[in-house]
């Protein structure tokens, strides 16, 4: 029990239990059915991904504003080029442009000095606007042959009933995991977040970490897309608007700490979860979407303190 308390996913975990005793009281028949269930997990295991990667920027004491629009923006790439370079190659070039976007407001951040809010902020204006310019407001399906490719049904399709993104997020997570806690990076990673000038003095180069971390942050966002689209060749310009906020309240409320150095890979997705899992649950009751938006921002302040009060408990400096 003691070290349930000192995992930093403790609040999430305590959350999600909370959620499904009201969901199960106030709308048993209509939650625990199989359709719903289905669409949960396979929405949530989307939003974990781009809040996996909003995780590990926040770990290092920064934010990532723009995971929305390079959701969308890797996705419209990936279906936009599929007729020229077929599936694979789509792909290639889709993940490079997340990387290059990753590492281009990574660059700023570290070498310009600039606050990671107003970097990322110019990113998700910047790589919308992208979006608008390349397209003219119009995007393509994907063709009969390419959703019929082996590629896009490994990333889209399902396994034994289960869809293809929750093993990808369960195989991601359990790989970012390992990272985070059993490598000199993830080491580097936390310790750049907890005090930056304690991990310069014993020769961590946290501009490498912190440009890493962005750049992780907007492939995960792109592969996300991608697996949207493999799943649902349907899009528009406006894909992944607004993603950015469930994203980084899925990381707050799965124990990150906006100042840094402290967070859980499993609190992460289960973080993303209970955004999705109320989301769709407000649907369902009828609810006006406004009550969604006022219950994310709720969520994410009592997140926000009951992480704090978390971390002094186990003696954490925040």
């Given at each position: ?80 080029l ?36 107003i ?48 093993y ?28 930056r ?46 993603m ?20 859980s ?22 609810a ?31």
């Amino acid at each position: 029990m003691k070290y349930l308390v000192r995992s930093q996913g403790f609040g999430a975990t305590i959350g999600v239990i909370a959620m499904l005793a009201v969901f199960t009281v106030i709308d048993f028949s209509g939650w625990w059915t199989v359709q719903t269930l289905s669409n949960v997990t396979q929405f949530t295991a989307i939003l974990a991904l781009v809040a996996l990667g909003q995780a590990l920027v926040i770990m290092t004491k920064e934010i990532d504003l723009s995971v929305g629009s390079i959701y969308g923006l890797t996705g419209v790439a990936f279906i936009t080029l599929e007729p020229s370079l077929g599936v694979p190659g789509s792909l290639v070039v889709a993940l490079l442009i997340a990387a290059a976007a990753g590492f281009i407001q990574g660059t700023a951040v570290v070498k310009g000095e600039l606050p990671s809010m107003i970097v990322t902020l110019g990113g998700l204006f910047a790589a919308r606007g992208i979006i608008y310019v390349w397209t003219g407001g119009s995007v393509h399906n994907f063709s009969p042959d390419a959703r019929t490719h082996a590629l896009t049904r490994l990333l889209g399709g399902e396994l034994f009933g289960i869809s293809a993104a929750i093993y990808w997020v369960a195989i991601i997570s359990v790989l970012l995991a390992i990272m985070l806690w059993g490598t000199r990076f993830g080491n580097r990673l936390l310790a750049t977040g907890g005090s930056r000038e304690s991990a310069e003095s014993r020769g961590v180069r946290t501009d490498r970490v912190k440009t890493a971390a962005f750049v992780l942050c907007s492939l995960l966002a792109g592969f996300a897309g991608i697996l949207t689209l493999c799943n649902q060749p349907q899009t528009h310009v406006t894909l992944g608007e607004n993603m950015e906020l469930e994203a980084i309240s899925a990381a707050v409320i799965g124990g990150c700490l906006l100042t840094g150095g402290r967070g859980s890979i499993l609190g992460v997705v289960l973080g993303a979860l209970i955004v999705v899992s109320f989301r769709y649950e407000l649907i369902a009751l009828g609810a006006p979407s406004s009550w969604y938006i006022t219950f994310v921002g709720a969520v994410l302040i009592v997140a926000v303190i009951f992480n704090q009060k978390l971390a002094r408990f186990v003696g954490h400096s925040v």
